[in-house]
């Protein structure tokens, strides 16, 4: 099976409900190439292998290799080792992923594949569609709307990997690089772990800038299960690392709530490099913010300044889209440089 140019790799727990549109999206993909469809069973205990056995035998007869893995535990080991799972069994020289509720575009893997082709080092994405259409709106923007620069320099935002999992698709050797996905299971980002540590080792960005696929919002996502803690403390360990480590002081755009709570989660040494919070709120803007927990003798007093008068780099702690573009032309008018000048943290 060496011959074989994709893999569509497919986590399956409890899926009944979306599995039919997904499989019948990958019979419908137009393509040129030898592709295998990698379905990996976790503790089903609803309809889901039954949907999955007949849709091989339509994918078979469409001319899709397909693989079929399942497990029965008392409980679901998650979909970190499902994907792991479904990628070991897998031959394909390039892995394409599918969530068991989504519906890729026609187009989806031939145009993709001829991106990763370019690409071995990249994890590849594309613009999706998010269903129903009014779920997400400011994320889905959000996402869709970042520059080629800006997939690298916005990964510390609460979105999470700038690139949404359920589009990517990359070389295998990706996969290798970075060692597989978190087997903690429920709870754990096992996609922005992923996404974090194939930054580390040198790896790359790519989005095809089309919609190649229908991005389902529902409350049994996996999505929801993920401690937003645990990612809080996911980010600030990775700006700390790739960027605060490395600056001599810095502000933060934020007097408010989450730019305390920022300044509070850093480390006592980049602590010691905030010269200011800044903001655009009169009533914070004139006072010191005094951390009482502080374990020095003399409690840092950090001011608080009117956002025209900080001076850079910033980590900016404003969320986008909130403000009716006031924030957003604010920042515009302080003519700063994202990655360079400034980077986004909320």
Not at 55 to 68: A, C, D, P, R
Not at 167 to 196: I, K, S, Y
Request: include cysteine; hydrophobic fraction near 35%.
């Amino acid at each position: 099976m060496n011959d074989i140019d994709v893999s569509v790799i497919i986590p399956v727990h409890n899926a009944g409900l979306w599995l039919e549109q997904c499989l019948a999206s990958v019979l419908k993909q137009q393509h040129t190439l030898t592709v295998e469809v990698s379905i990996f069973l976790d503790s089903c205990t609803d309809t889901s292998e039954n949907i999955v056995q007949k849709w091989s035998i339509k994918l078979e007869n469409q001319g899709y290799i397909v693989t079929i893995l399942k497990e029965d535990n008392v409980n679901p080991k998650g979909v970190g080792y499902a994907k792991n799972k479904a990628i070991e069994q897998s031959h394909g020289k390039f892995l394409c992923f599918l969530d068991s509720d989504d519906i890729m575009m026609s187009s989806r893997i031939q145009k993709q594949y001829e991106l990763a082709s370019h690409n071995h080092n990249a994890i590849v994405g594309s613009r999706f569609r998010r269903h129903p259409p009014d779920s997400t709106f400011r994320y889905t923007e959000w996402a869709n709307g970042l520059t080629a620069a800006q997939l690298i320099m916005q990964i510390y935002t609460s979105h999470g990997p700038t690139v949404i999992m359920p589009t990517w698709f990359c070389h295998r050797d990706v996969f290798q690089r970075v060692g597989g996905f978190n087997e903690a299971g429920a709870g754990t980002p096992e996609d922005l772990l992923f996404f974090f540590t194939h930054l580390q080792k040198g790896g790359q960005v790519v989005r095809h800038d089309e919609e190649l696929l229908i991005y389902r919002y529902h409350p049994q996502a996996t999505t929801f299960s993920v401690d937003e803690q645990t990612i809080w403390d996911l980010r600030v360990r990775e700006i700390q690392k790739r960027i605060l480590n490395s600056w001599n002081s810095f502000a933060i755009w934020n007097a408010g709530k989450q730019g305390r709570k920022f300044y509070r989660s850093l480390t006592a040494e980049n602590q010691e490099k905030v010269t200011a919070f800044c903001d655009v709120d009169v009533k914070k803007i004139g006072p010191f913010y005094t951390y009482e927990k502080s374990k020095r003798k003399m409690k840092p007093k950090i001011p608080i300044i009117h956002f025209k008068e900080v001076k850079p780099p910033l980590i900016i702690c404003m969320k986008l889209g909130l403000t009716g573009g006031v924030f957003e032309e604010n920042l515009v008018s302080m003519q700063l440089k994202e990655g360079i000048d400034y980077f986004h943290f909320n």
